[in-house]
């Protein structure tokens, strides 16, 4: 089972590999990027950010989905179906919209690998669906992924990259969710940041 996964993670990296990042911006150390994704008119974001910190500290945030207080503010709910340490999490969260749009809800699966050479961390979300019947009121995320990479470089240091893409469905202007997908990989990542990052002496 963990060959599958490894080679559908190797496949799914291909894929991403073959569609160029344009930079964006960056902003206290974060690089943002973005690009079109394929048959979509939406885009997909990349951060990436290298801070002093251990992969321990960072694996005890991300990819944790026991401690996601600090994920957005606009989920309400969020409940853990499976947890299993570095291994994979199962979960569904609904997200607070304003009006007079409607709320979105998700359930997702995320599956970890480390590579046991380099001892880099990728944690790999996708959808999963038929597991939490939908509501009529709010409208199911479907077409969704997201991926965490945590890579150990030297003298202290960690790279930390974060790729995904979410299509709200619903009705959303392309041009709207376009305008603010870089506010995602930036707040995420600087959550991130403040909570492992060891200050130089």
Known sequence: MRTIITLLSFFFTLHLAAQPWEFIKERDGIKIY???EKGSPLKS???????HTTMEMVASVVGNVKNFDWWDDAIRKIDVLEYVE????????????PWPLMDRDLCVEARVTIDSVTGTKVILARPLPDVIPEEENIIRIKNYWQKWTIEPLKEGMVRLTLEGFVDPGGIVPAWLYNMVITDTPL???????KRVEIPRR
């Open 34 to 36: 973005t690009r079109k």
């Open 45 to 51: 974001f990349k951060g990436v950010m290298e801070i």
């Open 86 to 97: 570095n291994v994979y999490s199962k979960y569904y969260l609904i997200y607070d919209v």
């Open 187 to 193: 707040n995420l990542m600087g959550e991130v940041k």
